[in-house]
């Protein structure tokens, strides 16, 4: 099993000073049981179909192998790691844990660009929902020219000593590419269009969906 825990700071105008995001990718790096870590910070590009407007200043993506070090960081360390980013002062900060599920691609890779997507809301019934997301949409998405990576994000239930809002999205998903050059020329691409086809075949959902371009910088021990 493999649990990714979202850490999104969103504010209006600030941006995180590169000097308190390296402090705290060092402590994120120390924290028991990470099995992954990255650090995502706003990039652009070009989505002939979305523009969501100015993504968040800092998402942290922290992957564990089990539930309970996934808990134990939000008991204290994951708020040490907040109160390093004095540049993000005042930003609502809100987490969610979930279920991580990976797709294969014909070329994989890290990646440098991220797109994130969130679908905020509920479905009219989430199984139809998922399913159809699931069974649809990575495969479409693996046409994708020099896609790295895609990974599904599904909700699970955990527990919190933060006082950070927690979030509750049915769905989040990414797809990596090597720059944002590449993730500008997929978009732009005729598969694309397929995948907005897809879109509007979805099952009920009463929400928003959005979608974020991100530099992402892995976090290594």
Not at 51 to 79: C, N, S, T, Y
Not at 108 to 123: F, I, Q
Not at 173 to 197: C, G, I, W, Y
Request: hydrophobic residues 40%; aromatic residues 8%.
């Amino acid at each position: 099993m493999s649990l990714a825990l979202f850490l999104t700071f969103r504010h209006p105008a600030a941006t995180a000073n590169p000097g308190e995001l390296a402090a705290a990718m060092r402590l994120v790096a120390g924290l028991p049981g990470l099995s992954e870590g990255l650090a995502m910070i706003p990039a652009a590009t070009h989505d002939p179909y979305l523009d969501d407007g100015r993504p968040p200043p800092l998402v942290l993506q922290l992957g564990f192998h089990a539930i309970e070090p996934l808990e134990a960081a939000l008991h204290g360390p994951a708020q040490d790691i907040a109160a390093t980013l004095a540049s993000l002062h005042g930003a609502d900060i809100a987490e969610q844990a979930m279920l991580t599920r990976r797709y294969p691609v014909p070329a994989p890779g890290k990646g440098s660009c991220t797109y994130l997507v969130s679908y905020e809301g509920e479905a009219e019934d989430t199984n139809t929902w998922l399913s159809h997301y699931i069974d649809h949409h990575p495969p479409i998405t693996a046409r994708f020219p020099d896609v790295r990576a895609i990974e599904i994000y599904t909700r699970v239930d955990w527990c919190s000593g933060s006082r950070w809002r927690r979030e509750n999205a049915l769905q989040r998903n990414k797809v990596v590419f090597d720059d944002t050059q590449a993730l500008t020329a997929a978009l732009n691409s005729p598969v694309r269009d397929e995948m907005r086809a897809d879109f509007v075949q979805f099952p009920p959902f009463r929400g928003y969906n959005t979608h974020y371009p991100m530099h992402t910088i892995a976090i290594t021990r």
